[in-house]
């Protein structure tokens, strides 16, 4: 190979990774994760925040929320910062986008199963699809590296990533040629179910075994010390801000409730998080059995969409009083603490 | 035999073209475009390795 070659090689080289991170920046700039970072920062009037999964991504209705919540004489408006597929570290990201933007009163957190309390270890690999949120020029670096705990190899491939949209948004690219493989693997054979998020049977991979979920529960249960880390700091963070903190246990199936629901690890699992929730002042509504029928539900997780006014109707009768009540421990605890100065 | 060497050739493991081998193909804009071509396939389809589940489109 001549010199002249080499060099004419490399400019090509270079030249196509410039195009490539170009395109993929612009490709993925609609990306749900980004749409609900735009949300979370366009919204200034909210004053109730939303956080948690698929499970309630999507599933808010604002004005519904909002009328509900003034016919109990409080002004509340929610922002939808919940992200399908995120998890806790995820959420806590959200929930400083989203303080940073307004004056919050409420954070309202929906979560299923062992959320609230199962550790999340992170590798920056892990970090695709709606959890590349981490490599939004929005989240501050240092608060991504903090709260999934990158090590200095970690926080360099991270701060990588984070420069070059090909990395950081692959998943974009993965997911069209996943879409692409679907597609050419359905031919000629019959119908797969599908909802809004995907193939139904999808779901079932989220679910674990009843065996494992009953151990899970009982450990938990038996010493249950401390909600997971991006928790602890939402509430902590939420209760320096004077905000309501309320811990939601999402609308699940029948099929789920009779499956693990009704297991007696996760009734004492259930009473441990509640217990705890109540030692951080924070609320707690069982909403997991306000569905019964299995129409009401896309699949073994989630809620239709055609019900999100009924449930934030639901969920916004549910939440007032427990807004009141900490706003009314806030403003003793306020008052004490003027005392003493 | 031939195939090897072409693929070798394209690859850039040997500097001479194989005897027969189109003109076209021994010009250094097309053998870019093939390598860009398999750069483009790796990226695309590198993700059917990870465990990662397809949903929230």
Request: charged fraction near 20%; charge should be neutral; include cysteine.
């Amino acid at each position: 190979m001549t010199r002249k070659t080499f060099l004419i090689s490399l400019l090509v080289t270079l030249s196509f990774f410039a195009v490539v991170n170009i395109a993929v920046g612009r490709w993925s700039s609609r990306l749900p994760m980004r749409i609900k970072l735009d949300a979370v920062a366009r919204n200034s009037d909210a004053n109730v925040l939303i956080l948690g999964n698929s499970l309630l991504d999507g599933h808010i209705d604002p004005p519904a929320f909002q009328k509900a919540a003034g016919e109990l004489s409080e002004q509340l408006l929610p922002v939808d910062a919940a992200l399908g597929a995120s998890q806790t570290p995820e959420q806590y990201l959200l929930f400083h986008e989203g303080i940073k933007q307004r004056q919050v009163r409420a954070i309202v957190i929906g979560f299923y199963d062992f959320q609230l309390t199962q550790p999340v270890p992170t590798n920056v690999s892990d970090l695709i699809g709606n959890r590349a949120l981490a490599f939004d020029p929005r989240i501050e670096a240092g608060d991504a590296e903090s709260i999934y705990h990158f090590d200095f190899g970690s926080r360099v491939r991270y701060r990588l990533f984070r420069s070059l949209p090909m990395l950081a948004y692959r998943g974009n690219a993965w997911k069209s040629v996943e879409l692409l493989r679907r597609k050419l693997g359905n031919v000629g054979m019959p119908e797969v179910a599908t909802n809004e998020l995907g193939r139904v049977s999808d779901f079932d991979a989220l679910e674990t075994k009843p065996s494992q979920f009953q151990i899970e529960a009982q450990q938990f249960a038996d010493n249950p010390v401390r909600l997971n880390e991006p928790i602890e700091r939402i509430l902590q963070e939420g209760k320096e801000r004077h905000c309501a903190v309320v811990f939601v246990l999402m609308p699940i199936s029948p099929y789920h409730q009779a499956t693990y629901y009704s297991l007696d690890s996760w009734k004492r699992y259930r009473g441990a998080i509640q217990v705890l929730a109540a030692q951080r002042r924070a609320g707690f509504i069982d909403a997991s059995q306000w569905y019964s029928d299995p129409s009401d539900f896309a699949d073994k997780l989630h809620l239709q969409r055609g019900t999100r006014s009924a449930f934030s109707v639901r969920l916004a009768r549910a939440i007032v009083p427990e807004i009141q009540s900490s706003n009314g421990e806030n403003a003793t605890a306020s008052s004490e603490a003027a005392q003493r100065q | 035999m031939e195939i090897l060497k072409t693929l070798e050739y394209l690859g850039g493991e040997r500097d001479d073209a194989p005897e027969g081998l189109p003109p076209f193909l021994q010009s250094l804009a097309v053998r870019c475009v093939l390598w860009i071509a398999c750069l483009l396939l790796i990226y695309g389809f590198c993700g059917q390795a990870s465990k990662f589940v397809y949903i929230d489109f």
